[in-house]
């Protein structure tokens, strides 16, 4: 069993029909589906078959009632959920191409129930991925030896720095990687400095371009397949999820790091909720 901790919400992206500058008002679809970064990987997790559960922030309004009963039908232990008034909420503009214009989390509820979440984490007899949307006072509060971190954006990653020194393995976008490192540069130069700050495992993508996957004994570094984006929200975390299922399941790196990328494409071409 594998703990997702962090953000679960429902996200609402909104899609414009041409390319939006700042200012439009554009055509477009708008539509709302379960999301925030630890749900997210959650329902990937099941959808694969690997057992997993969840531990959050979740209201007792209609949004919560509602995403706790789509948890549980995907099969996802949600035993360790804490309830709270209000359920977050995530709102996302899009490009016509799929590209992220800008978004707005809005997770007051997490940021409140944060030592109950890492709590629930430390107490949790095995592995577990939590993600930066935990406030980093919260964050370095962890001490489950078998963590994994998924930082949620560059500017959270900062959050996560201390637990690399602690063994923790971040699972990040080149972005992330370079605010943890303090260096730009390509996937596996950032991924080798990761380990260097004391992370057992570094995985780092680069959007179309190579991602790497590094131990301290081995550097695996795997071109993604081109594929027609059909919209970029989510992808990362279905990377994580992509990858956790096979490493957990004992593949090898090369494996586990084609895995990821498999999962990524995937997900581009189609979000799955």
């Not at 992206?13 to 997210?40: K, Q, S």
């Not at 007899?125 to 370095?140: E, H, Q, S």
Request: net charge negative.
């Amino acid at each position: 069993m594998l703990l997702c901790a962090g953000s679960a919400h429902w996200d609402i992206i909104a899609r414009a029909d041409t390319c939006v500058r700042l200012g439009d008002d554009v055509p477009g679809l708008v539509e709302r589906r379960p999301g925030g970064v630890a749900g997210n990987i959650a329902r990937q997790l099941a959808r694969l078959g690997h057992p997993v559960a969840l531990t959050a922030c979740i209201g007792e309004d209609e949004d919560g009632i509602l995403l706790r009963e789509l948890l549980a039908e995907r099969g996802i232990d949600i035993s360790m959920l804490h309830r709270c008034a209000k359920t977050d909420l995530y709102i996302a503009i899009e490009q016509n191409d799929g590209d992220l214009v800008a978004a707005i989390a809005d997770t007051v509820a997490l940021t409140k129930g944060a030592a109950e979440v890492v709590a629930t984490v430390n107490a949790f007899n095995g592995p577990a991925v939590v993600d930066g949307n935990l406030p980093p006072g919260a964050l370095v509060t962890l001490t489950n030896p078998n963590l994994f971190l998924v930082p949620a954006s560059p500017a959270r990653a900062i959050g996560i720095g201390p637990l690399l020194a602690q063994g923790a393995a971040p699972l990040v976008n080149r972005a992330e990687a370079a605010a943890l490192t303090g260096h730009d540069a390509d996937s596996a130069d950032l991924a080798k400095r990761l380990i260097a700050k004391g992370a057992r495992l570094a995985l780092v993508t680069d959007g179309a371009r190579p991602a790497t996957l590094a131990t301290v004994d081995e550097v695996v570094t795997l071109t993604p397949a081109r594929v027609r984006v059909a919209s970029v929200t989510g992808a990362g975390d279905a990377t994580v999820a992509g990858f956790l299922h096979a490493h957990l399941a004992g593949a090898s790196p090369s494996d586990a790091l084609e895995a990821a990328l498999a999962a990524a494409a995937t997900h581009l071409q189609g979000p799955t909720t």
